[in-house]
Antibody
Framework: QVQLQESGPGLVKPSETLSLTCTVS????????WSWIRQPAGKGLEWVGH???????NYNPSLKSRVTMSVDTSKNQFSLKLSSVTAADTAVYYC?????????WGQGTLVTVSS | QSALTQPASVSGSPGQSITISCTGT?????????VSWYQQHPGKAPKLMIY???KRPSGVSNRFSGSKSGNTASLTISGLQAEDEADYYC????????FGGGTKLTVL
């Protein structure tokens, strides 16, 4: 059974860079796309972007200028960096396996942007 | 790209059927059969319920069904049960990924 676990700081200061890592267990990260999806409190889901195990990426156009994703196949991990954050980036961030649908999800991690 | 349009809330009594609509455009929902639905209970991660418009993943009850007509996809839940009370999100995977705004289902 594939399992995903997000990790990273729960508090980030405005204008700084949010950094999260997703660790995949129970299966290989290779040959799949992996997505980041976020959800502000009380609001809907927003796709941030995805990365293939080879490193190719596709980002949400609304966030593209601030997003960088990377993958480390040796550690079965992939990562998200979101720069120049504001309070509007406060959300629960989920990582998920992306096979054209999101079939496995992490439990989510709350990231708060505040000074 | 705008979010897909869903009703904010729907409700039904146990045993009844409800339908949640998801309206997009000819560039997303209308052009591809890559529409999926997710169920989310409070404080939990979303769960895949329907993919490719009408297919159910293994383990999902056959009380859940999906369909599409033109630019609108629909999720129908028959034989409503208390545990179906949750938020439901549609999703179009057409080049980029767009979610609906979500629908809160209340089981009366």
């Amino acid at each position: 059974q594939v399992q995903l676990q997000e990790s990273g700081p729960g508090l980030v200061k405005p204008s700084e860079t949010l950094s999260l890592t997703c660790t995949v267990s129970g299966g290989s990260i290779s040959s799949y796309y992996w997505s980041w999806i976020r959800q502000p409190a009380g609001k809907g889901l927003e796709w941030v972007g995805h990365i293939y195990s080879s490193g190719s990426t596709n980002y949400n156009p609304s966030l593209k200028s601030r997003v960088t994703m990377s993958v480390d196949t040796s550690k079965n991990q992939f990562s998200l960096k979101l720069s120049s954050v504001t309070a509007a980036d406060t959300a629960v961030y989920y990582c998920a396996r992306d096979v054209g649908v999101f079939d496995y999800w992490g439990q989510g991690t709350l990231v708060t942007v505040s000074s | 790209q705008s979010a897909l349009t869903q009703p904010a809330s729907v409700s039904g009594s146990p045993g009844q059927s409800i339908t949640i609509s998801c309206t997009g455009t000819s560039s997303d929902v209308g052009s591809y059969n890559l529409v999926s639905w997710y169920q989310q209970h409070p404080g939990k991660a979303p769960k895949l319920m329907i993919y490719e418009v009408s297919k159910r993943p293994s383990g999902v009850s056959n009380r859940f069904s999906g369909s599409k007509s033109g630019n609108t996809a629909s999720l129908t839940i028959s034989g409503l049960q208390a545990e179906d009370e949750a938020d439901y999100y549609c999703c179009s995977y057409a080049g980029s990924v767009i979610f609906g705004g979500g629908t809160k289902l209340t089981v009366l």
